[in-house]
């Protein structure tokens, strides 16, 4: 019975490493991170924390969550660190808990500004939901407007201001944040899921001397398992000495039962190796290739939101080759062997599943070893492959959208460019292991 999953695990092997992976929060795990996934480790319930746990026989697990807290807090020189989150979402969601009662109000980046569903987006999201969610957005540059957020925060008084995003190219500016923070008496939460390897590098500002809180997937430019981490700064535990025991409890009993055990030992290693003048240079290197894949993107006449990128990700506007092209520009690239999603744009005119964008990003190619030469090329093949699917434009009708859709894909896995690209990109990536460090 186990054959069938096995073979399922081999294709979706060779998938990823036959094509090109630029979704941002996407990465590959080092060997050793890999292992401990598949220990067993799995098989131990441990709920509760270190030297307190609800279950016997947790001797071992103790001193390995102990270990990842010891690193982690090392690496980030905070005073507090909880591992036990199982993903971003959850582990915002535990921080609101923590620092908010129902009907606070909650500020955070619009979702199609390149905010998160978790930062607040009204009606469909818990946050959105439980909280009174006020949105604050960007200029016309792209970049975020200081100047409105500091005004809605006046008018509102949030309990909790997020920075944080999931497709904003741009650099935090965290000092910004913690003087509005400071002006209305604000928590500050850093959710910095999608750059923690960057400000490891030196290659993005640090949350650190400015955040209460903050929350980072444990994956992503962090290159560890599929987890998160909630840290607390010096500045937050001023303003509240029991920041700790109540970040604790808003995940148990608050929010979560016990911990993913082999996810701990995971992040454990996983901040080992960030620790490391390897992991540095790795993150210097996204920086890098984010840089030259958005310089030879823009060569190729192909439009980016804010017009590059400071950080591991763009955002392709695609409204001058027609409005809501994502979807199909997202297929034609994976036929093409490039994978990556499509995403709504700040002046966005279609809708979330039929954007007019697409957002790329550099950690995983930058894991298997490819650099600025791979991403020109790669550039060079997005742009192609956009310029050739663009021409049949999405119907604005609905029926009319999905029987488009349905035609517009089978022909693609037939179109001679896209699999002449296709090709291509197969021997590129057989040059590039999924682990090169």
């Not at 992976?21 to 990465?27: A, K, Q, R, V």
């Not at 016990?258 to 454990?268: E, M, W």
């Not at 997005?382 to 859709?405: G, M, N, W, Y």
């Amino acid at each position: 019975m186990s054959e069938q999953i096995f073979s399922l695990i081999a294709k979706e092997q060779k998938r990823q490493k036959e094509l090109i992976g630029l979704i941002p929060s996407e990465n590959t795990v080092s060997p050793a991170v890999s292992r401990v996934l598949s220990s067993c480790l799995s098989n131990k319930y441990s709920e509760g924390y270190a030297g307190r746990r609800y279950y016997e026989g947790s001797q071992v697990i103790d001193q390995i969550e102990q270990l990842a807290i010891e690193r982690v807090s090392k690496l980030f020189q905070v005073p507090y660190v909880n591992v036990q989150p199982y993903s971003g979402s959850p582990a915002n969601w535990a921080i609101y808990f923590a620092l908010m009662q129902p009907g606070d109000t909650l500020m955070g980046l619009k979702l199609a500004m390149g905010g998160h569903l978790t930062h607040g987006h009204p009606t469909v999201t818990a946050s959105g939901r439980f909280y009174n969610s006020v949105q604050y957005g960007v200029k016309k540059d792209a970049r975020i407007d200081f100047a409105e957020l500091e005004r809605l925060a006046k008018k509102h008084q949030p309990k909790v201001i997020v920075a944080g995003n999931t497709a904003y190219p741009f650099e935090l500016d965290f000092k910004k944040f913690r003087q509005i923070a400071d002006q209305v008496g604000a928590w500050l939460v850093a959710d910095i899921s999608h750059i923690t390897g960057l400000v490891i590098a030196g290659e993005h500002m640090s949350p650190v001397p400015y955040a209460d809180v903050i929350m980072t997937t444990t994956h992503k430019t962090f290159r560890g398992p599929r987890g998160a981490m909630i840290l607390a700064t010096e500045r937050g535990l001023e303003r509240d000495r029991d920041l700790g025991k109540k970040l604790d409890a808003a995940i148990i009993p608050g929010t979560q039962g016990g911990p993913h055990n082999a996810t701990t030992a995971g992040i454990a290693i996983a901040a080992a190796e960030a620790s490391t003048t390897q992991f540095r240079n790795y993150g210097k290197q996204i920086r890098k290739n984010a840089t030259a894949l958005a310089q030879e993107l823009l060569k190729q006449g192909i439009d980016l939101v804010g017009g590059g990128t400071q950080t591991h990700l763009m955002v392709v506007d695609l409204t001058k080759f027609g409005i809501g092209l994502g979807t199909q520009v997202a297929f034609a690239l994976d036929v093409a062997g490039i994978y990556a999603n499509r995403n709504t744009i700040p002046t966005e005119q279609g809708s979330p599943f039929y954007p007019s964008g697409l957002r790329l990003g550099t950690p995983l190619v930058t894991s298997r070893g490819m650099k600025e030469k791979e991403m020109k090329q790669i550039g060079r093949w997005i742009a192609q492959v956009i310029k050739h699917v663009s021409v049949q434009q999405l119907p604005t009708d609905r029926k009319e959208r999905a029987a488009f859709l349905k035609q517009f894909r089978a022909a693609a896995l037939k179109d001679p460019v896209l699999k002449r690209i296709r090709k291509a990109v197969k021997q590129i990536t057989a040059k590039f292991p999924l682990f090169a460090e």
